[in-house]
T-cell receptor, first 113, second 111 residues
Framework: DGGITQSPKYLFRKEGQNVTLSCEQN?????MYWYRQDPGQGLRLIYY???????QKGDIAEGYSVSREKKESFPLTVTSAQKNPTAFYLC????????????FGEGSRLTVL | GENVEQHPSTLSVQEGDSAVIKCTYS??????FPWYKQELGKRPQLIID?????GEKKDQRIAVTLNKTAKHFSLHITETQPEDSAVYFC??????????FGIGTKLQVIP
């Protein structure tokens, strides 16, 4: 069954701790993305990667880091430098052009205590 | 960079009525305009999309229109049903470039 798997679904962390969110896809997609979803603010792009070993900052990259060592995996680390990390995080992937459709994971909800 | 504005932020309609959600974009080079539906507690899913070489596209009860000159695009849902209740996001992108989303419209269909 192909798709995108995010884990964990819920995560709690204390202030000052780094946390890594996992995103794995078996769709053989080249591009992968991380979005942050906050009420009333839509989906904002954190980082994206179009190919293995390459990634670019999105609109709100400060306080986040990523890696793309494998085509299937694009983990996101929320560092202690992120001022307001409590949010819902969505990972997505897409094939090369021309389709452009994003396939989303089920999301990870991070709460900082 | 691209900026996508979406309105209204909330929309309530009676079952059977039509719903229209409007978006504008800033980058005249954008050429792909998808719409995503996110039901409560679920992931966003593509419901319809349009490319810049097309002015209108329909799929059963939903349609999207694009005005490149004005940089406007809209989602039209006819004969709304309770299961249409969700948050709808418009988006814009240039081919393989990053996708920029609007803030979302929460649609409530009242039975």
């Amino acid at each position: 069954d192909g798709g995108i798997t995010q884990s964990p679904k819920y995560l709690f962390r204390k202030e000052g701790q780094n946390v890594t969110l996992s995103c794995e896809q078996n769709l053989n997609h080249d591009a992968m993305y991380w979005y942050r979803q906050d009420p009333g603010q839509g989906l904002r792009l954190i980082y994206y990667s179009q190919i293995v070993n390459d990634f670019q900052k999105g609109d709100i990259a400060e306080g986040y880091s990523v890696s793309r060592e494998k085509k299937e995996s694009f983990p996101l680390t929320v560092t202690s430098a992120q001022k307001n990390p409590t949010a819902f995080y969505l990972c997505a992937s897409s094939i090369s052009p021309p389709t452009g459709e994003l396939f989303f994971g089920e999301g990870s909800r991070l709460t900082v205590l | 960079g691209e900026n996508v504005e979406q309105h209204p932020s909330t929309l309530s309609v009676q079952e059977g009525d039509s719903a229209v959600i409007k978006c504008t974009y800033s980058d005249s080079a954008s050429n792909y305009f998808p719409w995503y539906k996110q039901e409560l507690g679920k992931r966003p899913q593509l419901i319809i999309d349009i490319r810049s070489n097309v002015g209108e596209k329909k799929d059963q009860r939903i349609a999207v229109t694009l005005n490149k000159t004005a940089k406007h695009f809209s989602l039209h849902i006819t004969e709304t049903q309770p299961e249409d209740s969700a948050v709808y996001f418009c988006a814009a992108s240039r081919g393989y470039q990053k996708v920029t989303f609007g803030i979302g419209t929460k649609l409530q269909v009242i039975p």
